[in-house]
């Protein structure tokens, strides 16, 4: 199992950016995809999440209204919209899988991780 983030970049505060994630090595339409971060000193963070078969998602409040979660089963990858970006969404943005259709905000309830892509929002 494998997971492939990209699309992040440095932008300017209020600009957008659009995070990728290619699932591979099996079939993630009954998984549940995540979003987290991890800024410099701080621990890892729940960003936003999918329950793909489901279709629910979930935020974390410091996104909600800027940041959108969606996936595309056909091609097995899931994208982060970022608009209106702070600074304080500045971090090492990680994409996560777990194997169920039950959204969870907890770091360790996700067994898969790709290796994360750098988004930094200038002021």
């Known amino acids: 199992v494998q997971l492939q983030a990209s699309g992040g970049g440095l932008v300017q505060a209020g600009g957008s950016l659009r995070l990728s994630c290619e699932a591979s090595?099996?079939?993630?339409?009954?998984?549940?995809m995540g979003w987290f971060r991890q800024a410099p000193g701080k621990d890892r963070e729940f960003v936003a999440a999918?329950?793909?078969?489901?279709?629910?998602?979930y935020y974390a409040d410091s996104v909600k209204g800027r940041f959108t979660i969606s996936g595309d089963n056909a091609k097995e990858m899931v994208y982060l919209q970022m608009n209106s970006l702070k600074p304080e969404d500045t971090a090492v943005y990680y994409c996560?899988?777990?194997?169920?259709?039950?959204?969870?905000?907890?770091?360790?309830?996700?067994?898969?991780w790709g290796q994360g892509t750098q988004v930094t929002v200038s002021s």
């Open positions: 996560a899988a777990r194997n169920t259709i039950v959204i969870t905000t907890i770091p360790g309830g996700y067994a898969y």
């Open positions: 090595g099996r079939t993630f339409s009954g998984y549940v």
């Open positions: 999918i329950s793909r078969s489901v279709g629910s998602t």
